[in-house]
Every structure is written in C-alpha cells, then in structure tokens.
C-alpha cells in the first residue's frame, strides 16, 4: 500500500536555496570535496581549452565532470591541497574567474547560435553583446539571461530572470520572468539593446531595495514600471503567455510543453554542413571522455567544442564524410549519439555519494530505470529522478517525478519536486510498474 507523504511535504525551494554560485575560484563543498564550477565565454571552448580542462579533472579532481544545464562545466572532487593548482592550470587559458563576481555568465543560448538556418538572427553576436552590459552592472549571483533567436533549440527548461527573444530578423522583445510573464512589444532590436544597460541597473537596484533574488518575485507594478522608465513600455506591454513561456508558468500540462531539439543526433547547418550532437550519460563524463572528444575535435579541424543548456556537447560544421569515425569515437567514448535512447528521458542529479544531501545512487537508479523504458523521443514524457527534496536537476514539472525519501521515493505525476506527492513506494515497485505499462499509456497511468 502507498503512504501519503506529510504535509510538510511541499517546502518553499527559498529555504534551501543557496544564493549563490560556485566558480574556480570559489568552489562549493559537497559530498566528493569541492566542486568547480567553469563558466566557458559563450558556452564554448576549444580542443585547446578542453585538452588541459581534462587533465586538471583528471589531476586535480577526482577525474568526473558534469555539464549544466546552462552549459557550464563543474570539475568534481577537487580538494583543497589541489586547488591552487587547479587555478595555475586554467588561468592562463582565460577560463579563470578571478577578480569577476557573479554572475560569472549571465547568458545562455542556443549550442547552434549563428549556425541553425531557422535562426531569426544571430544569438551568438547578442550575446557577447548582452555579456558587456551585464559585466558593468551589479547583479544578483544567480541572475541569468537567455538569448532566444529562434531555431531548433528553444530554452523552455530554464528559469530566467529575462528573455531576450527575437520576433523577426530585425526584432525582439524583452520578457521578465514572474507570474504572469511581462514583456514589451517588439521594436528594432538595436533600439531594444540601446535600453537594455538601463534596465538592468535599475533591476539591480530594485532587487536589492527589495531583498528579492530573482526578477520573478518582483511585484507586477514594479516590474511593469521598470519596463516604462527604461522606455520599453511606450509601445505598449503585453501580460499574455509568449510562445516560449515554460508549460509551468502557462498552467499546461508538461505534454503540451513546446518540442526542443533532440539531445543527441546528427543536425544539418545552413552552410549545409552538419553539427553533431552528443550526450554523456545524465550530464557527466569522465576526464578522459572529455580528452577524445577534445583530440577527435583537433583530428577533424574543428576549432570549437559547444556546450548544450541541454547538458551536452555539439561538434559543428562536419562534412557528411566525416560522420561515421566521428561518431564511432563519440560512441566508444561512452557518450550518447542517438535521441531515442531511453536515458535522455531521465534527467537526474549527481547523487551519492557526490552530493552529502542525496538518499540514493541517481545515476545508477536512473540507468536501472531506463534500462526498463521503451524507446521513445527524449521529450517525450520525461522523468526526473531527484535524489533529494531540493530538485537540481529540475525544479519545473514533468511527466514524471520521483523524489528519494529514505527508503521509498515520493511519486509526483505531472508534478515537480515540490509538489504534492501522489504516494511513496519501493523504487523496485516503480521499476516493475513503468515496466509493465502497456502502449500508449501515459506515466500517471502506472500509479
């Protein structure tokens, strides 16, 4: 029999909430020493970079890194005797943070940015633009801006403070997160970033009039105000829900969330060339799989290795001859190349014995649920395996989530961490009954 969960249950995420961000410099304790967060400019890094990146992990930390979904880097199990190595290694190839507060990078954007020919323009030139800005403004650490220009990857999984998003090659509009969304009306998107500088200095000081740490729990009058006195709301504001509003703050359903690109897969650019995309088992590789993807990039002339918010790696601007070794080094590197493989419907966390917080093994537990999963699109019905209350891997509701409680897991269908359980039970249990759940039923089906 399923135990319904205490009513104590559903906690404000604001009182775990650290309120700040690891960097190199500054590393955060966890359960396997300390954990370095590289914030890569653009979400980018070169065979160079990636080489000396997988031998400081190797060296220095305990050989694991995980890739986030802002498409940073976090090398684990650092320890304090080999930290001040660590910066020594990775200063010099400007990956440092040293002498930069947080937000050490306030923008994230598409792995395809100035390459995806459904692009509206180019997210890679706003966002070293939008960088600049940022840089000159005090803004709270966990502050975050995507750069939304259309084409295959939409960034509907992220919570940012402010949307950047293009509606037509030469506009765009600005979006500021809350409840609902407020946005201004398109207009020219150099008028748009001509304003911009102000508007952010003047939701520094309003952040920190108000103690609040993120724009979504700024009141609406104030956020609508700050639109005006930025002269973005002269053309008027719209409240309503945006095409790229995530499926929580719309009040739908996570089946009717907007389609994001496949996590693995081959893409064809719009300088007919192909952009290869491949995942590490729920976001982590070891050192050594970062050092072939790092050598496999130099072997084919490559001279970047992309980040994916999606917690991936995208090869880009391969010739169609070049695809098959390409793909059997990825392959043999352990990472993920196709889009039906059942672990990208799993999102997780680092779990035990890597985080102190975690009640399981996640990146077992989820490899041992996916192994009894059918194939299917990777967002499709999504699961998220949470290790504890906290939720990092995902805080916004899916299909599925399944919360470690000791020794049961809570069972939220079309839920989020935070919401209320439908019950508890073995995760063996939730093993047999998604396994058994015949076609063409949905996951609440199974409980």
């Not at 009182?15 to 966890?30: I, V, Y």
């Not at 001509?194 to 009141?219: C, D, F, I, K, Y």
């Not at 102190?356 to 537990?365: K, Y």
């Amino acid at each position: 029999m399923s135990h319904l969960l205490p009513p104590h249950f559903a906690l404000s995420f604001d009182t775990m909430a650290r309120g700040w961000c690891p960097g190199l410099t500054r590393p955060m304790a966890s359960g396997d020493g300390l954990l370095a967060r590289i914030h890569p400019p653009l979400g980018t890094l070169t065979p160079q970079q990636a080489l000396v990146l997988s031998e400081a992990a190797h060296q220095e930390g305990n050989g694991l890194i995980d890739i986030t979904s802002h498409g940073n880097l976090q090398i684990r199990g650092v320890r304090a005797a080999t930290h001040a190595a660590l910066l020594a290694r990775l200063a010099p190839l400007g990956l440092d943070d040293a002498g930069l507060r947080a937000p050490y990078r306030a923008t994230v954007l598409s792995p395809l940015a100035g390459l995806d020919e459904a692009e509206l323009m180019n997210g890679r030139i706003l966002a070293e633009q939008v960088e600049t800005m940022a840089r000159a403004v005090l803004l709270p650490p966990k502050f975050l801006i995507t750069i939304e220009t259309g084409g295959l990857f939409a960034l509907d999984h992220l919570r940012p403070d402010l949307r950047l998003m293009a509606t037509a090659p030469d506009r765009a509009q600005l979006v500021l997160a809350g409840a609902p969304p407020l946005a201004c009306a398109p207009m020219k998107a150099e008028q748009l970033l001509s304003a911009l500088p102000h508007l952010l200095h003047m939701l520094s000081a309003l952040l920190e009039e108000t103690g609040a740490r993120r724009v979504r729990r700024l009141t609406g009058n104030a956020r609508r105000a700050v639109l005006v006195q930025a002269g973005l709301g002269t053309a008027g504001l719209e409240t309503a829900p945006l095409r790229h509003t995530p499926a929580s703050e719309r009040g739908e359903s996570p089946a009717a969330r907007p389609r994001r690109a496949p996590r693995a897969g081959i893409i064809v650019l719009k300088n007919g060339r192909c952009a290869l995309l491949a995942a590490p088992p729920f976001g982590q590789m070891s050192a050594r799989a970062l050092e072939g993807v790092a050598r496999l990039a130099e072997d084919l002339g490559l001279d970047e290795i992309r980040l994916s918010p999606l917690r991936g790696l995208v090869l880009a601007g391969l010739g169609v001859q070049q695809l098959p070794r390409a793909q059997a080094r990825l392959a043999a590197l352990g990472l993920i190349l196709r889009a039906d493989d059942s672990r990208l419907r799993i999102l997780t966390c680092a779990g035990a014995p890597a985080c102190a917080r975690a009640h399981c093994n996640s990146h077992a537990l989820a490899s041992q649920l996916a192994a009894h999963l059918p194939s299917g699109p990777s967002d499709d019905a999504e699961i998220h395996l949470s290790a504890c209350l906290k939720g990092c891997a995902r805080r916004e509701a899916l299909a599925l989530t399944l919360v470690a409680m000791g020794e049961d897991f809570a069972v939220i269908p079309d839920g989020g961490p935070l919401d209320a359980p439908l019950m508890r039970l073995p995760f063996a249990q939730i093993v047999h009954r998604l396994s058994t759940l015949p076609a063409g039923h949905t996951l609440r089906a199974a409980f």
